[in-house]
C-alpha cells in the first residue's frame, strides 16, 4: 500500500465551480500535510499546508484535516482555468526528514 | 538566483554512460532534496542533505546512484552505467528548514536513457 493516495482524475470542472481533491495517508502518526501545484512541465511549488484538524482557509483555496480517518482534502473555489494543473498531496511523518507524495490529481477547468 | 537552478535541463544518455545533474540551491538554505518523478507519478525521494552531510541516502535505487554536497551548497547527482528505467525527471529541493515543510524545486532535470 502507498503511503499517500490520490484519486488520478483526471477531474474536469466548469469555470467558477468547486474542484474538490481527496487524499488518504497511511502513516497514523503524520502530523504535516502539504498541497503543491505542479503544471505540466513545471516543477511543484507549494499552495497549502495544514498541521491540525479542520480547515485552513487561504483566498479560493481550503485545506481540510481529518487525522482521525486519515484523510486531508483540497477545495478551489470559483476555479479558473489557470487552476488547470496536477495537484501533489505530500505527507510528513515525524522525525523523518522528507515528504512522501501522492501520484497527484490533475485538475482541467472547462472555460 | 533567486531559486533552485538546476542543469543541464534535458539529458539524452545512451545506455551504459555515465551522467551528472547539478543543482544550486537557494542561497541559505540548509537542507537539499533530490527526487525522482517518473511520468504521471509523484516524486518520489531519492536524497537528502543538510549543509554538507547526506542523512539520509534511502531512496537511491541502486548503488549505481550516488549523491554529494562536499561544501554545502551546490550538490551533483551521479548515475552511473545508466539504464532505460532510470529515465525521469530529477528534481532538486532546497529549504531553509531541517525539517521537511515547504520545500522550493528547481525546475528539474529530464534524464532520457536511450
Known amino acids: 500500500q502507498k503511503e499517500v493516495e490520490q484519486n488520478s482524475g483526471p477531474l474536469s470542472v466548469p469555470e467558477g465551480a468547486i474542484a474538490s481533491l481527496n487524499c488518504t495517508y497511511s502513516?497514523?502518526?503524520?502530523?504535516?500535510f502539504f498541497w503543491y501545484r505542479q503544471y505540466s512541465g513545471k516543477s511543484p511549488e507549494l499552495i497549502m499546508s495544514i498541521y491540525s484538524n479542520g480547515d485552513k482557509e487561504d483566498g479560493r483555496f481550503t485545506a481540510q484535516l481529518n487525522k482521525a480517518s486519515q484523510y486531508v482534502s483540497l477545495l478551489i473555489r470559483d476555479s479558473q482555468p489557470s487552476d488547470s494543473a496536477t495537484y501533489l498531496c505530500a505527507v510528513n511523518s515525524p522525525g523523518d526528514y522528507k515528504l512522501s507524495f501522492g501520484a497527484g490529481t490533475t485538475v482541467t477547468v472547462r472555460a | 538566483g533567486a531559486g533552485v537552478s538546476q542543469s543541464p535541463r534535458y539529458k539524452v544518455a545512451k545506455r551504459g554512460q555515465d551522467v551528472a545533474l547539478r543543482c544550486d540551491p537557494i542561497?541559505?538554505?540548509?537542507?537539499l532534496f533530490w527526487y525522482q518523478q517518473a511520468l504521471g507519478q509523484g516524486p518520489e525521494f531519492l536524497t537528502y542533505f543538510q549543509n554538507e552531510a547526506q542523512l539520509d541516502k534511502s531512496g537511491l535505487p541502486s548503488d549505481r546512484f550516488f549523491a554529494e554536497r562536499p561544501e554545502g551548497s551546490v550538490s551533483t547527482l551521479k548515475i552511473q552505467r545508466t539504464q532505460q528505467e532510470d529515465s525521469a525527471v530529477y528534481l532538486c529541493a532546497s529549504s531553509p528548514r531541517t525539517k521537511a515543510g515547504e520545500l522550493f524545486f528547481g525546475e528539474g532535470s529530464r534524464l532520457t536513457v536511450l
Open positions: 502513516d497514523r502518526g503524520s502530523q504535516s
Open positions: 542561497s541559505g538554505h540548509v537542507s
